[in-house]
């Protein structure tokens, strides 16, 4: 005999809540072109490799099941890596296994789809939302999305018609890149930006439609605020009464390395400037460095900069740490994770006043901004800090603060975790209202519900077993 449920849903829910199991939902991360599992640092890794592993990780952490796909880039690398229980990468073959730079892959893509498939019926897992990364993993997200009409969200990472904007020769790929990143905004499920700044840049520059929600990137604050100053300096063997500019991330022109060289050549008082990053010597990357190497030389700052090379993850903390100030010089930079890894460590950090560094570095409380480009203005912000040592523990101690309670990557991934729950719970229902007979009073109610800002982890769960179990003809539906 069928189950009798009352029709006031929101009060069933409170009851079902309370007896709905722990689920085990199944997630598809994609990751073209920035393996979770590679080496910071060297080409083509970045931000975007560190959001996906440890957005990842921390959703496997929640008892979620999470695949991350990338592509295979040597062939004595292995398909599956297990990052922890519940997460591993998978590499997918798609042209020939060997470095290929995101500019050169987009006609790999095809391929990349047919891997992805062939992956989930040889494995028989069954994905309950793909959340793609990057243009070019969003192109693929969306052939899937179509012949699986699974729910897909979208993290841009950079937008093609910002980074090119000022650029008069722009690649020929930017055309298919807007083209690409404007179907995403208008077809996906719903879009995360990582700043208010990127949602602005989106509707400027992209389109007026498609769903976003803003969502910052998470890290793993314990890790990045596991060490002092003091015994960091000592771990790498730097004085405690050195003055330490730090630089942390990739050799690239839009990382704005030549406006921090220029700037310390301004500099009056004694310095160290540690440029914390390696490259690889076949790419564009060590041109760069090279390029950089011959500026300082050039400046007469050989003697007082430091080219670390590769830093491993484990050994970052320590030099974010070990910096009276950390610059950001970029000329463009959609989120700024060097910023709030930096400001974790309790660093203060002066940042470039453009795109998403507009909001991760409070000006005047965490550290401060300047123009891009500008290396007088730099010159002037970072001696300003180096001759301030209580500004400095001010400003990091409310960085430190700052990063902890908005950027911490349990608390950014419950609202992306939520996000995944009310787009999938939206999609089952939506099929079992259009197969079903339910009375206008019952669709409306639920309609109500799935767009309630309200409603708990627990209540979608409960309402997730009780449309199910609807569907399968379990319950039936009662006025009180």
Request: aromatic share 8%; glycine share 8%.
């Amino acid at each position: 005999m069928n189950n009798l449920v009352p029709l006031n849903l929101v009060e069933s829910l409170e009851n079902l809540a309370l007896e709905t199991p722990n689920s085990q939902p199944t997630y598809a991360l994609i990751s073209v072109h920035g393996d979770p599992t590679a080496e910071i640092g060297k080409e083509g890794a970045g931000g975007q490799n560190i959001y996906v592993r440890e957005l990842g990780l921390a959703l496997a952490k929640r008892g979620c099941l999470v695949d991350m796909f990338t592509r295979r880039e040597h062939p004595n690398q292995e398909e599956i890596v297990e990052l922890a229980p519940g997460c591993r990468t998978i590499r997918l073959t798609a042209g020939p296994a060997k470095f290929i730079s995101r500019n050169e892959l987009f006609e790999h893509l095809p391929e990349f789809v047919e891997a992805w498939l062939n992956f989930r019926k040889c494995s028989g897992r069954n994905y309950a939302l793909i959340h793609s990364n990057y243009w070019l993993s969003g192109w693929v997200g969306l052939q899937l999305k179509s012949q699986l009409g699974l729910p897909q969200v979208h993290t841009y990472h950079s937008i093609g018609a910002v980074k090119y904007r000022d650029e008069q020769n722009p690649p020929q790929m930017a055309v298919i890149r807007h083209h690409v990143e404007k179907a995403i905004l208008e077809q996906t499920d719903c879009v995360i930006s990582t700043s208010p700044q990127e949602v602005d840049d989106l509707r400027q520059f992209i389109s007026q439609q498609g769903r976003i929600k803003i969502i910052p990137c998470g890290i793993n604050t314990e890790h990045f605020g596991s060490i002092s100053q003091k015994i960091a300096r000592q771990q790498l063997g730097i004085s405690s009464d050195s003055q330490i500019i730090m630089y942390v991330g990739r050799f690239d022109h839009r990382k704005g390395i030549e406006t921090l060289v220029k700037a310390c050549a301004f500099l009056s008082d004694s310095f160290t400037l540690y440029l914390v990053g390696g490259s690889r010597e076949d790419g564009a990357d060590f041109q760069e460095q090279q390029r950089i190497q011959a500026l300082v030389k050039k400046l007469g700052l050989a003697a007082v900069t430091v080219f670390t090379g590769r830093i491993s993850q484990a050994l970052l903390p320590a030099y974010y740490a070990a910096g009276d100030v950390c610059v950001v010089p970029s000329y463009y930079e959609p989120f700024g994770l060097v910023a709030i890894e930096a400001m974790a460590a309790g660093t203060p950090v002066i940042a470039s006043n453009v795109g998403g560094l507009q909001h991760t570095v409070v000006h005047g409380k965490t550290g401060l901004l300047v123009p891009p480009g500008n290396h007088h203005a730099l010159a002037r912000a970072i001696g300003n800090l180096l001759a301030n040592p209580s500004l400095r523990q001010f400003y990091g101690n409310a960085a430190h603060n700052w990063v902890q309670s908005r950027f911490s990557a349990e608390a950014v991934t419950n609202q992306i975790y939520e996000l995944y729950q009310s787009l999938t719970l939206s999609m089952f229902v939506q099929e079992i209202i259009q197969t079903n007979n339910l009375t206008p009073n019952v669709e409306k109610q639920i309609q109500t519900l799935l767009k309630s800002k309200a409603l708990k982890p627990s209540e979608i769960k409960a309402l997730e077993k009780l449309v199910d179990s609807f569907s399968n003809g379990t319950v039936q539906w009662v006025n009180n």
